[in-house]
Protein backbone atom coordinates (compact mmCIF):
# COMPACT_ATOMS: atom_id res chain seq x y z
CA UNK A 1 0.00 0.00 0.00
CA UNK A 2 2.82 2.53 0.67
CA UNK A 3 4.94 1.43 -2.20
CA UNK A 4 1.12 2.90 -4.23
CA UNK A 5 0.98 5.93 -2.35
CA UNK A 6 4.54 6.31 -3.22
CA UNK A 7 3.65 5.99 -6.82
CA UNK A 8 1.27 7.99 -6.97
CA UNK A 9 2.53 10.84 -5.37
CA UNK A 10 5.30 10.28 -7.85
CA UNK A 11 2.96 10.86 -10.74
CA UNK A 12 1.06 13.65 -9.54
CA UNK A 13 5.15 15.33 -8.92
CA UNK A 14 5.71 14.60 -12.83
CA UNK A 15 2.09 16.04 -13.53
CA UNK A 16 2.90 19.24 -11.54
CA UNK A 17 6.28 19.60 -13.02
CA UNK A 18 4.59 19.76 -16.52
CA UNK A 19 1.99 22.12 -15.72
CA UNK A 20 4.47 24.39 -14.62
CA UNK A 21 6.61 24.30 -17.76
CA UNK A 22 3.69 24.74 -19.69
CA UNK A 23 2.44 27.70 -17.45
CA UNK A 24 5.83 29.57 -17.16
CA UNK A 25 7.23 28.96 -20.87
CA UNK A 26 3.92 29.25 -23.27
CA UNK A 27 6.03 29.95 -26.05
CA UNK A 28 8.60 27.23 -25.69
CA UNK A 29 8.71 24.73 -28.60
CA UNK A 30 8.95 21.84 -25.88
CA UNK A 31 5.36 23.14 -24.07
CA UNK A 32 3.39 20.85 -26.42
CA UNK A 33 5.84 18.07 -25.07
CA UNK A 34 4.95 19.05 -21.63
CA UNK A 35 1.31 18.86 -21.65
CA UNK A 36 1.50 15.76 -23.85
CA UNK A 37 3.53 14.21 -20.49
CA UNK A 38 0.87 15.30 -18.06
CA UNK A 39 -2.01 14.05 -19.88
CA UNK A 40 -0.17 10.76 -20.46
CA UNK A 41 0.77 10.81 -16.79
CA UNK A 42 -2.80 11.43 -15.87
CA UNK A 43 -4.20 8.52 -18.10
CA UNK A 44 -1.55 5.89 -16.42
CA UNK A 45 -2.96 3.20 -14.13
CA UNK A 46 -1.42 1.34 -11.76
CA UNK A 47 -1.83 -2.18 -11.02
CA UNK A 48 -1.81 -2.34 -6.91
CA UNK A 49 -2.63 -6.02 -6.93
CA UNK A 50 0.15 -7.22 -9.05
CA UNK A 51 2.39 -4.72 -7.05
CA UNK A 52 1.44 -6.24 -4.13
CA UNK A 53 1.60 -9.65 -5.42
CA UNK A 54 4.93 -9.51 -7.39
CA UNK A 55 6.40 -6.64 -5.57
CA UNK A 56 6.97 -5.15 -9.58
CA UNK A 57 5.99 -2.01 -10.77
CA UNK A 58 3.15 -2.76 -13.46
CA UNK A 59 0.97 -0.35 -15.04
CA UNK A 60 -0.87 0.50 -18.28
CA UNK A 61 -2.05 3.02 -20.18
CA UNK A 62 -6.30 3.05 -19.93
CA UNK A 63 -9.01 5.19 -21.41
CA UNK A 64 -8.26 8.45 -20.48
CA UNK A 65 -9.98 10.16 -17.60
CA UNK A 66 -11.67 13.22 -17.19
CA UNK A 67 -8.59 14.87 -15.75
CA UNK A 68 -6.21 15.03 -18.50
CA UNK A 69 -9.02 16.35 -20.91
CA UNK A 70 -7.61 20.15 -20.68
CA UNK A 71 -4.49 18.52 -21.47
CA UNK A 72 -5.15 16.97 -24.47
CA UNK A 73 -7.60 20.10 -25.18
CA UNK A 74 -4.59 21.92 -25.00
CA UNK A 75 -1.95 20.04 -27.28
CA UNK A 76 -4.96 19.84 -30.15
CA UNK A 77 -5.91 23.56 -29.70
CA UNK A 78 -2.19 24.64 -29.43
CA UNK A 79 -0.64 22.40 -31.41
CA UNK A 80 -2.63 20.96 -34.07
CA UNK A 81 0.19 20.29 -36.80
CA UNK A 82 2.39 17.91 -33.83
CA UNK A 83 2.08 14.21 -34.06
CA UNK A 84 1.09 14.72 -30.78
CA UNK A 85 -2.27 16.39 -31.92
CA UNK A 86 -3.20 12.57 -33.23
CA UNK A 87 -2.87 11.30 -29.69
CA UNK A 88 -5.06 14.15 -28.16
CA UNK A 89 -7.93 13.65 -30.80
CA UNK A 90 -8.10 9.81 -29.95
CA UNK A 91 -7.93 10.61 -25.88
CA UNK A 92 -10.62 13.28 -26.27
CA UNK A 93 -12.89 11.45 -28.43
CA UNK A 94 -12.49 8.33 -25.64
CA UNK A 95 -13.42 10.21 -23.85
CA UNK A 96 -16.37 11.99 -25.59
CA UNK A 97 -17.88 8.68 -26.09
CA UNK A 98 -17.36 7.05 -22.23
CA UNK A 99 -19.67 10.54 -21.73
CA UNK A 100 -22.52 9.78 -24.31
CA UNK A 101 -21.23 12.46 -26.79
CA UNK A 102 -20.74 9.96 -29.69
CA UNK A 103 -21.54 12.56 -32.12
CA UNK A 104 -17.85 14.58 -31.00
CA UNK A 105 -16.24 11.55 -30.58
CA UNK A 106 -17.25 10.53 -34.64
CA UNK A 107 -16.29 14.60 -35.61
CA UNK A 108 -12.66 14.28 -34.00
CA UNK A 109 -12.12 10.88 -35.39
CA UNK A 110 -12.98 12.29 -38.85
CA UNK A 111 -10.77 14.82 -38.30
CA UNK A 112 -7.53 12.42 -37.49
CA UNK A 113 -9.03 10.34 -40.22
CA UNK A 114 -8.09 13.61 -43.01
CA UNK A 115 -5.15 14.87 -40.78
CA UNK A 116 -3.88 10.41 -40.90
CA UNK A 117 -5.46 8.73 -44.17
CA UNK A 118 -3.49 5.12 -42.36
CA UNK A 119 -5.19 5.53 -38.59
CA UNK A 120 -6.18 2.34 -38.09
CA UNK A 121 -6.73 3.49 -35.30
CA UNK A 122 -9.56 6.65 -36.38
CA UNK A 123 -11.42 4.10 -38.50
CA UNK A 124 -11.69 1.03 -35.60
CA UNK A 125 -13.05 3.96 -33.43
CA UNK A 126 -15.56 5.46 -35.76
CA UNK A 127 -16.67 1.96 -35.91
CA UNK A 128 -16.82 1.29 -32.79
CA UNK A 129 -18.84 5.19 -32.37
CA UNK A 130 -21.29 4.08 -34.97
CA UNK A 131 -22.05 0.95 -33.61
CA UNK A 132 -22.85 2.66 -30.55
CA UNK A 133 -25.30 5.05 -32.47
CA UNK A 134 -26.77 2.05 -34.30
CA UNK A 135 -25.66 2.61 -37.46
CA UNK A 136 -24.63 -0.42 -38.29
CA UNK A 137 -23.65 -0.49 -41.96
CA UNK A 138 -21.25 2.82 -41.19
CA UNK A 139 -19.73 0.45 -38.62
CA UNK A 140 -19.40 -2.26 -41.01
CA UNK A 141 -17.50 0.03 -43.29
CA UNK A 142 -15.17 1.67 -41.11
CA UNK A 143 -13.82 -1.72 -39.21
CA UNK A 144 -13.59 -2.87 -43.34
CA UNK A 145 -11.42 0.20 -43.71
CA UNK A 146 -9.68 -0.20 -40.54
CA UNK A 147 -8.59 -4.10 -41.50
CA UNK A 148 -7.59 -2.91 -44.98
CA UNK A 149 -5.35 -0.04 -43.07
CA UNK A 150 -3.50 -2.79 -40.75
CA UNK A 151 -3.23 -5.09 -44.09
CA UNK A 152 -1.59 -2.68 -45.91
CA UNK A 153 0.85 -1.61 -42.57
CA UNK A 154 1.53 -5.44 -42.12
CA UNK A 155 2.44 -5.83 -45.45
CA UNK A 156 4.79 -2.68 -45.83
CA UNK A 157 6.39 -4.09 -42.54
CA UNK A 158 6.70 -7.63 -44.08
CA UNK A 159 8.65 -5.98 -47.30
CA UNK A 160 10.54 -3.56 -45.50
CA UNK A 161 11.67 -6.60 -43.37
CA UNK A 162 12.52 -8.39 -46.56
CA UNK A 163 14.47 -5.53 -47.83
CA UNK A 164 16.52 -5.29 -44.83
CA UNK A 165 17.13 -9.08 -45.41
CA UNK A 166 18.82 -8.66 -48.55
CA UNK A 167 20.67 -5.29 -47.99
CA UNK A 168 24.44 -5.65 -48.42
CA UNK A 169 26.59 -4.77 -45.42
CA UNK A 170 28.71 -1.74 -45.09
Given at each position: QTNRVALLQVRQGIAARAQWFARNYPDSRYTVNAYYIKAATLDTRLEAERLIRDRKLAHYRAFPVEQSRHSWEMVLENWPESPMAAVAMLRLAQLDARAGRLDQAVELMKQLAQVDPDSVMAHTNLSRFYQQKGLIDEAEAEQA??????????????????????????
Open positions: EARRLSWKAELKAKKTMVGAQHAVPL
